[in-house]
């Protein structure tokens, strides 16, 4: 008997014990629950993965896919500019909303940038992408990536006079709606 009394002893301590460890657990859920919403209602998420506002890129040469040249001086102002990687879970969510942005960006697609990794999907992301921006593929740290100091994909940026970036973002929403000038 005395050992049926110890053994619910025990049971009895386990068991308050996991009582108190998920208590604690959903405190810390609704906790960060709360700061997820809060940060969701704060607005685009823009984090820094290329060369800050008000920048200029290094000096670049590369050729899009349809072999036209493409320098650091050729930009056409304003630009739309795109860093994909295909695989990139990320990149794939963001594609058609850059596609979307791109078609309506006035000028057209000589006001529309698009750099791809080179990677497995690459020819899927040519292929969304040839019709409303001039695209280059690169291997990792390629010209246009090293120019702009790329931190990782996907990445977004406007840029304005002489080649500036005036805004980047790691969303095409965080991006301002007008295309500066």
Do not use: W
Not at 80 to 94: D, E, I, S, V
């Amino acid at each position: 008997m005395s050992y049926v009394v110890a053994a619910l002893a025990v049971l009895a301590t386990f068991s308050v014990f996991q009582v108190v460890l998920v208590a604690g657990l959903l405190r810390r859920v609704n906790e960060l629950s709360g700061r997820l919403t809060q940060l969701s209602q704060d607005g685009p998420v823009s984090l820094d993965r290329m060369v800050p506002a008000g920048s200029a890129p290094a000096q670049f040469t590369t050729s899009t896919v349809d072999q036209e040249l493409v320098t650091s001086q050729t930009l056409t102002v304003p630009t739309l500019l795109g860093f994909f990687t295909p695989g990139c879970k990320p990149c794939t969510a963001q594609l058609p909303h850059f596609v979307e942005r791109a078609g309506a960006t006035p000028g057209g697609r000589a006001h529309v940038l698009a750099v791809i990794t080179d990677a497995p999907g690459t020819r899927e992301y040519v292929a969304r992408l040839s019709p409303v921006a001039q695209v280059v593929i690169e291997e990792p740290n390629g010209p246009v990536a090293t120019a702009f100091g790329l931190k990782g994909t996907p990445a977004f940026a406007l840029l304005g006079e002489r080649s500036t970036v005036t805004a980047s973002a790691i969303t095409v929403a965080g991006l301002p709606s007008a295309v500066p000038a």
